[in-house]
């Protein structure tokens, strides 16, 4: 299959999803430039799906994706459902500073629940994108049967060989090939994310082998050179995240985008005390203070608590230590402003036989 035929794109180039910083500006201009835009809607309800994607079409009339969190628990994690007072507490307690600073007050015992995956995918497949791309599992066989007959591509991600054939046989149309080097949470399912850290240029070409479905290469990628080094070791398209994460169309705030351009590749980390799932980026106050207690939550109750805090430190016009700086390795190769010339850059290393 040809990827770049089967989603209507020009470019086989497309947006990473961001959970939490996605921006329909920055979508929509990918999307019209050529590639595939995407919009990661972690923690949307139906309501807010429809309304973000009306938005996006009356931004831009090419394809684009949605992005879902599957309703997974990594190996070892307890159901959501079973979290109780007494952990709240004590994650709580070793946040109490970072809750002053911002100054909020901390969330009260129960927590709000998430919006659950099957209102999430209905409204998903109720609109049509030209693809629905998934983390952290296999969709069911009945989901991707329903966007098939909705005429939507199905793409899994996938940190290893194993997970990527898991997603072929389960069915996906395209799996994205993440490499450790990549921005945020790594997409991990069949091990615990601490086991699955391969880097790209191992990863890329072993999952080429391993299935026979268009691959897309994720992690690192941030100029022509990543993009023409994805292509000679066999991938059919490119996902990059943080190159576009630093442009003024994304929603990340002025001091993140700021963050990204000076990153060097070791300053980065990963940890899992903003959400309670490993996720890579820059260390701040708030990720010290919170590995230092040791009382982080499990996922998803620790994004919950940690996100009050991040959201009051972001509308006061971006208090970096008290952010999540995701960002991935090759951070630092972000020079550009506008997504159209990151876009422009990234298509450079595109080669003409492909």
């Known amino acids: 299959m040809n990827l770049t035929s089967r989603l209507g794109i020009d470019v086989p180039v497309v947006l990473g999803p961001f959970g939490g910083l996605s921006s329909v500006e920055l979508t929509a201009a990918v999307s019209a430039a050529g590639g595939l835009g995407s919009f990661g809607l972690y923690g949307f309800g139906a309501d807010r799906i429809h309304a973000t994607v009306a938005e996006l079409r009356a931004r831009t009339d090419r394809p684009f994706a949605l ?126 994310s601490e086991r699955s850290l391969v880097g790209g240029l191992s990863l890329i070409p072993q999952v080429v082998d391993a299935v026979g479905i268009p691959v897309i290469a994720a992690g690192g990628i941030a100029d022509r050179r990543g993009v023409a080094a994805a292509f000679a070791l066999g991938a059919s398209a490119v996902q990059a995240g943080t190159v576009f994460l630093a442009t003024t169309q994304s929603a990340a705030p002025a001091v993140h985008r700021e963050r990204i351009r000076t990153a060097l590749a070791n300053d980065t980390v990963l940890t899992r005390a903003m959400s309670g799932r490993v996720a890579r980026g820059l260390p701040n106050r708030a990720v010290r203070s919170i590995e230092h207690s040791g009382a982080a939550a499990s996922f998803p109750l620790q994004n919950i608590l940690t996100g009050v805090f991040r959201r009051a430190a972001q509308a006061d016009g971006g208090r970096p230590e008290l952010l999540s700086l995701w960002m991935g390795q090759s951070a630092g190769l972000s020079r550009l402003d506008d997504a159209a010339d990151v876009f422009a850059e990234l298509a450079a290393g595109v080669p003409d036989e492909r």
């Open 67 to 192: 992005n879902l969190w599957l309703s997974h628990r990594e190996p070892g994690e307890r159901d959501p459902a079973d979290f109780d007072r007494a952990e709240f507490d004590r994650a709580l307690s070793g946040m109490a500073e970072l809750f002053a600073e911002a100054g909020v007050r901390p969330p009260d015992w129960p927590v709000a629940p998430l919006p659950g995956f099957d209102e999430q995918v209905e409204a998903a497949l109720e609109a049509r994108p030209a693809a629905l791309s998934f983390v952290f599992g296999v969709p069911s066989p009945d989901v991707i049967a329903q966007a098939h007959d909705r005429g939507i591509l199905v793409i899994g991600a996938a940190t290893t060989v194993a997970e990527a054939r898991a997603l072929e046989a389960g069915g996906v149309d395209a799996v994205v090939a993440s490499g450790s080097e990549a921005a945020g949470h790594r997409p991990s399912f069949l091990l615990e």
